[in-house]
């Protein structure tokens, strides 16, 4: 009688740790490694079309008032941002969104 006990205590431990360790999908995020030559954000929000190369295929996302921008780890208004991206030269953008509904939730400007 035990041993039943202790093979069903078992079970449910490892059903409820099986459980616990499946993602979320609603927040898993990806992203689009891309410059700021070949894609541009016109505005804060609304859609944005971006690709990681000129032959790839584009990806088309939205961003919202809660998206947020950064030039490195640091964050910066819209304005700023832009005004980087913008330049002639174009610097590394990592472009991260939310996989169930591809709204962006921050773009990264990798500037030196």
Not at 18 to 23: G, N, V
Not at 73 to 86: D, I, S
């Given at each position: 009688?035990?041993a039943?006990?202790?093979?069903?205590?078992?079970?449910?431990?490892?059903?409820?740790?099986?459980t616990?360790?499946?993602?979320?999908?609603?927040?898993?995020?990806?992203?689009?490694?891309?410059?700021?030559?070949?894609?541009?954000?016109?505005?804060?929000?609304?859609?944005?079309?971006?690709?990681?190369?000129?032959q790839c295929?584009?990806?088309?996302?939205?961003?919202?008032?809660?998206?947020?921008?950064?030039?490195?780890?640091?964050?910066v208004?819209?304005?700023?941002?832009?005004?980087?991206?913008?330049?002639?030269?174009?610097?590394a953008?990592?472009?991260?969104?939310?996989?169930?509904?591809?709204?962006v939730?921050?773009?990264?400007?990798?500037a030196?």
């Amino acid at each position: 009688m035990n041993a039943r006990i202790l093979t069903l205590l078992t079970a449910l431990l490892w059903l409820g740790a099986a459980t616990a360790a499946t993602p979320d999908p609603s927040v898993i995020e990806r992203a689009v490694e891309t410059s700021s030559k070949v894609t541009s954000i016109a505005t804060p929000s609304g859609a944005l079309a971006a690709r990681s190369c000129s032959q790839c295929p584009t990806r088309y996302l939205s961003l919202t008032s809660e998206s947020q921008f950064y030039v490195g780890r640091t964050a910066v208004p819209f304005a700023e941002f832009n005004q980087l991206a913008g330049e002639a030269r174009g610097h590394a953008m990592t472009i991260f969104y939310r996989a169930v509904d591809n709204t962006v939730t921050r773009v990264v400007i990798w500037a030196d």
